[in-house]
């Protein structure tokens, strides 16, 4: 019984570096693609494109330092996770994942469009800026609850 608290400690840290990654790979896209349509208009916006471009980014950050905190504390156990400190992994996991992967993907349509806006001449930076951090805060906050269920 105690390899299968691990196992699932394992598989939700696994969940959680995909997903996130997965959904910052395709924000980062889907802004970068947008960014190559909007210069062909105005090649000037690179600068302030790139800025948007990175935004989606973070969420694959979040589920790295997620894992590599949580996998600390569990290489770092002096005793064996228990089957509710597995479970709690596990479920950390998939909040940090999925959140990341939908966050990443949604927050990339908010600077997509932005960033067309300001290829074809609006000014659109600051708005698209701002407007793109609502849904990085639920990437932070369950990249802030992955902790509380550190073992």
């Not at 395709?26 to 471009?53: E, H, Q, R, Y």
């Not at 973070?58 to 589920?63: H, V």
């Not at 569990?74 to 709690?88: H, K, N, R």
Request: aromatic share 10%; net charge neutral; hydrophobic share 60%.
């Amino acid at each position: 019984m105690e390899t299968l608290p691990l196992i699932l400690a394992y598989i939700g840290l696994a969940v959680m570096l995909a997903l996130s990654g997965i959904g910052s790979a395709i924000g980062v896209t889907m802004a970068g693609n947008a960014t190559i349509g909007a210069m062909k208009k105005n090649p000037d916006i690179f600068s302030k494109a790139l800025i948007l471009c990175a935004f989606p980014a973070t969420q694959g950050l979040y589920g790295f330092a997620a894992f590599f905190i949580l996998n600390n504390s569990i290489q770092g156990l002096a005793d064996p996770l228990t089957l509710v400190q597995g479970l709690a992994i596990f479920a950390a996991g998939l909040g940090v994942g999925f959140v990341g992967l939908m966050s990443a993907i949604r927050q990339a349509g908010f600077v997509a469009n932005g960033i067309t806006a300001m290829g074809n001449g609006v000014n659109a930076f600051s708005s698209s800026l701002i407007l793109g951090v609502y849904p990085e805060l639920y990437a932070i906050l369950t990249f802030a609850a992955a902790f509380l269920v550190m073992p």
